[in-house]
């Protein structure tokens, strides 16, 4: 605790978002990094430590071959990024029906998903910029009408409209108005 209280910047590492918080939420090293974050400190992540910043987290558990309700497992994450979730290793990995499904069962919540070689900075004024080599993808399905095929368990998940972002380095994104932002 004292170490994490005397850092002015805070990395998880890749491995298991889910393990990451499992250890980390209700401690009082959770609350030793909030008070970081909150002095102006900075969090940074890679692979699963970028995965469990967001609010609601992908575990990486569930059929990703599909767009189904409830298909995709999620759990509560650390927090720290509240506006969007946050997928990783995303284009190299395929990722895009993992994310569309959990943003069509939470519309409200933007998904950011990450490539390899490739991240996000999120400045305090809830900008972010775009590094690396890669992309990252945004799909954002507030002004849609999500649908299902009525199934029970596990529905067929479809909507009539979402939009899709593609960014590559050196773009930037507001994550309260949800726009692309000039360079510059």
């Keep these: 605790l004292a170490a994490i209280a005397a850092a002015k910047v805070v990395f998880f590492t890749g491995g298991d978002q889910a393990k990451i918080t499992a250890a980390i939420i209700g401690t009082p090293a959770e ?14 992540g890679s692979s699963a430590g970028l995965a469990c910043m967001s609010r609601v987290m992908l575990t990486g558990e569930g059929d990703f071959t599909v767009l189904r309700g409830g298909n995709v497992e999620v759990k509560e994450g650390l927090g720290f990024v509240t506006e969007v979730i946050l997928d990783q290793h995303f284009v190299a990995r395929q990722r895009q029906n993992r994310l569309i499904s959990v943003v069509l069962e939470h519309p409200e919540l933007p998904g950011i998903g990450v490539d390899e070689k490739t991240s996000i900075w999120i400045r305090p004024d809830r900008t972010f910029e775009v590094m690396g080599e890669g992309w990252v993808m945004i799909f954002d399905a507030r002004q849609s009408v999500v649908r299902t095929d009525g199934a029970a368990v596990k529905p ?10 593609v960014l590559v380095s050196g773009d930037r994104f507001d994550l309260r ?4 932002l000039p360079k510059g």
Excluded: H, P, Q
């Design 156 to 165: 067929k998940l479809a909507t009539d409209e979402i939009v899709m972002r």
């Design 177 to 180: 108005s949800r726009a692309v």
């Design 31 to 44: 609350a030793a990094i909030r008070k970081v974050y909150d002095e102006g400190g900075v969090l940074s």
